[in-house]
C-alpha cells in the first residue's frame, strides 16, 4: 500500500507567555505524533475537544509549521518546500472546514467561489469553460449548476457544505482533510454529507483524512482510524479492528460513550471520569493515568511506547493486555453491525436518495 502522507516524530509546541511563573513554558499541542496515510483511504484522527487534532491537520496541510518532526507528502518533507512547489502543495492538498457558515465569503456568488480555486490551480481554463467546470463541479456534489449565480446565503447549511466541498475538489487534489466536516450540520443533513463524501472517495481515488469528535460518524466512514489524547496518539488501527477490540482504556472509554443503541451494547459502560489534564502541565509518564482505571506505578514513571498489537494496529499503554483482558459489551457487540447501527446506515442511504438539492 502506498503512503501518500507521513508524520514523523510530528511536534508542535506553543510558546506560552502568560505570566511569570508560565514564561519560557509551552504548551504540546502535537507531542511525537508517528502516522501513516495511505493513498485512496479514508482515515479519521479522533479524540476529545483539545487533545491537538486541529494542530495536527494544520501542520499536515502546511498551514503552520512543526516544532519537531516532519510532514512527509508523496517522499518529499513539505516544510522544505519552496515557492512554486508550496502551490502545488496547495492543488494537491485541500481543506474542507467545520463550519460553511463562516468558511465561505458572503460576497461571493457560489460560482465565484468555485472559479476562484480554478483561477489559482488550472490558469489555462477560459472563462466559458471555467464557468462549465463550476456547473460540473456543483452537479458533482449534488447541487444544481443552474443555481450558480446565487450567493451562500441562499442555501441550506448541508447545501453550503457541499459548495465547500466542491471548492475543495476543484483543483483536483490528492488528498482532503475534512476538520469536523459534519459536526455543524443537523443529524439527518449529516448523513447526506457523510454519504457524499464517501462517494467522492470511491469515485475520485481521493484520500481524505477526517478530523472528528464523534466516533459513530467515523465508524461509517472511516478505513483506519488514530485515536488522540493531549497531542499524542495513543491508538491507531484499522477501524473494524479497534472498534471490535479497543485496547486503550482511553479509546474505549470514548466507545462506551457512544449512545448504546449504535452498537446493540446494553451494559458495562466505561466512564470517562474528569476533564483531560491541562497540556501546559501535562502528567508524568503516561498522560491518561489520572483518569485511567488500570494505572499503576509504571504509568507515572515511563510514557508507554506504541506496541504492534495486531496486523497494523498500535496501541502505547504499559497495560493493553490487562485492558483487553476485561470485557466489554460493546466491544463485542460492536464486531457486527447491531439492528441499531443497521437502521441508522439505512437512514444514511436514505437521505442520500434525497440529497437535498435547492
Ligand atoms: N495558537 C495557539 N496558541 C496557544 N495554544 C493553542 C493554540 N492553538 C491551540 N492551542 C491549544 O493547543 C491544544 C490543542 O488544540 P487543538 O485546537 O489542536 O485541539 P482540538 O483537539 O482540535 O480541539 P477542538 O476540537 O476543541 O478544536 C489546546 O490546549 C489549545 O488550547
Redo the contacts with the bound molecule.
Sequence with gaps: MTVIVEAQDLGKH?P?GGNLLQKGTS?K??DGVNLKVHAGETFAIV????????????LLMRLMLPTSGEVIFEGRAIAKLKGAEVRALRKDLQFIFQDPFSSLNPRMTVAQLIAEPLEIHRPNLTAGERRKEVGRLLAEVGLRPSHMDRYPHEFSGGQRQRIGIARALASDPKVVIA??PVSALDVSVQAQVVNLMGDLCDQRGLTLIV?A?DLAVIRHMSDRIAV?YL?RVVETGPTDEVFANPRHPYTRALMSAIPVAEFGATQSRQHLSGEPP???APPSGCSFRTRCPFATEICAQMQPVNETVAPGTEVACHHWRDVSSVSLTIAASATGRSPGAEARFAMYRTALANQDSP
Excluded: F
Excluded at 479524540?47 to 494544520?58: D, H, P, W
Design positions: 506553543y506560552v504548551l499541542a502535537v479524540g476529545e475537544s483539545g487533545c491537538g487534532k486541529s494542530t495536527l491537520a494544520r476538520d469536523e478530523i469528535h488522540m497531542g491541562s497540556p501546559l
